[in-house]
């Protein structure tokens, strides 16, 4: 690259600690001279050093830059979004919440910087979802269309009118629950029609190549126009589920999918990945014959309904995430996987990461035996293994198991996983490749 100085020039860029950035943001620029191999560190009044001058002598700053070279460097205070660092923890109610967001406090100093950020400002969007966009009467749920929540409305206005349905990635819509959708559910009057020309509304605005929904269970499958079985709902008092849907970011912006004229979001566009993350069973185990017990999933409708869905033949990854799964749900996501015909790699995690404390809340372990558990998540992983192993008419090629990769769970695991390597290639803990037969 070269500028308005003499000689080329490769950029180190510093950063400050992101807790400064809320006070003052300011970034440290080093210009490494190529002709001299000298490092000048600018000061902390973001100055270049003296060496770095343009051609008059002038001493450069930040704002002498040419607006490209700016916007480049200021691109780099970028983070990824939430939904995709915490997709693996256990979902909460600010599991899309970003603590740490640089480049908006950046854009907030000044009209020049703001104006420069703006087509990277909006790349990950969320919108948070009130009630409202669930709670038209029944009568419109069933016979005509539910008003989009203002908030959605005001989003894709927003981006019309700000220029940037190019430039949002990302899409996250996070909710809180609602009784009434519970009860449309428990009562059998499905709405299986969700929530109407949501998907299409949204999709004639942007092109996301992330789509990522955070809501009680009842709420996903309203919005995913799936139907959701709520009857044992009170047993594994489930919080939250987080669904990710992704499409390749190969693909440019000028031959993305067109869109298709439908309202359910699997069907939109063909997405070639998927993540699913059903958060803790953990409460279930307190309750008799818990191994009787129906999770609320969306899977389960996929096993009976749309055979002929969009997605089934589009997915080539599918990501499970739960925390002490029950066989029973185990057992419906390999039936849902083995449907997939197209589907080569699998990633599950389904145990406590690291740093979280479930089992040390007594609120939530109650009276659940941790050799329950444990015992659990032996025989849920082991049934992963035979099946994968054994049904080799499948197109799934490859498994990594996080759960593995921790030390601590190799040998609650073991069973699974060294049947796994008798048959598969081991790539590193808890990652195996079918090994491909002439």
């Not at 220029?163 to 499905?190: G, K, M, P, W």
């Amino acid at each position: 690259m070269r500028s308005k100085w003499n000689g080329q020039i490769r950029l180190r860029i510093k950063f400050l600690p992101s807790a400064f950035l809320q006070i003052k943001p300011r970034i440290t620029v080093r210009i490494l001279t190529v002709s001299t191999g000298m490092v000048n560190p600018a000061g902390q009044c973001l100055m270049l050093a003296e060496e770095n001058c343009d051609m008059s002598g002038h001493i450069m700053g930040l704002d002498d830059l040419p607006p490209e070279l700016l916007q480049m460097i200021l691109s780099y205070l970028d983070v990824q979004p939430a939904s995709t660092t915490k997709l693996y923890e256990e979902p909460t109610i600010t599991s899309t919440d970003s603590v740490h967001q640089p480049l908006k406090n950046f854009s907030q100093t000044c009209d020049k910087y703001r104006s420069l950020i703006s087509p990277y400002l909006f790349r990950f969007s969320t919108i948070q979802c009130s009630d409202s966009v669930l709670q038209a009467s029944e009568v419109a749920e069933f016979y005509g269309l539910t008003p989009l929540d203002n908030r959605v409305q005001d989003f894709l206005e927003f981006i019309r009118q700000q220029c940037l349905s190019q430039r949002v990635q990302s899409l996250v819509i996070s909710t809180t629950h609602n009784a009434e959708v519970d009860r449309l559910f428990l009562s059998a009057r499905y709405p299986a029609r969700g929530l109407g020309h949501l998907w299409t509304s949204i999709f004639a605005v942007i092109r996301p190549y992330i789509v990522t929904i955070s809501a009680p269970p009842s709420i996903l499958a309203f919005l995913t126009s799936r139907v959701i079985d709520l009857s044992d709902e009170w047993a594994f008092k489930m919080q939250r589920h987080t669904l990710q849907l992704r499409i390749s970011a190969d693909i440019s912006r000028t031959n993305y999918p067109k869109p298709k004229e439908a309202n359910k979001l699997f069907e939109i566009v063909p997405w070639d990945h998927c993540s699913l993350n059903e958060g803790s069973s953990i409460q279930v185990y307190n309750t008799y014959q818990y191994e009787a017990m129906v999770q609320p999933s969306i899977l389960n409708e996929f096993l009976h309904r749309d055979a002929t869905l969009r997605l089934l033949t589009s997915l080539r990854s599918f990501d499970y995430v739960a925390i002490f799964p029950l066989q029973g749900q185990l057992e419906t996501m390999l039936s849902f996987l083995f449907i997939l015909p197209n589907l080569q790699r699998v990633t599950v995690q389904l145990a406590p990461q690291k740093q979280n404390r479930i089992l040390e809340d007594a609120s939530r372990v109650q009276r659940s035996l941790h050799s329950d558990l444990w015992m659990e998540l032996e025989t849920v992983f082991f049934l992963l293994a035979v099946d994968l192993v054994h049904k080799s008419y499948c197109s799934i090629n490859e498994l990594i198991c996080y759960d593995y990769q921790q030390e601590a769970l190799r040998e609650t695991l073991s069973r699974g996983g060294d049947l796994m390597s008798q048959h598969w290639q081991i790539i590193e803990d808890g990652h195996w490749k079918r090994i491909e037969t002439s």
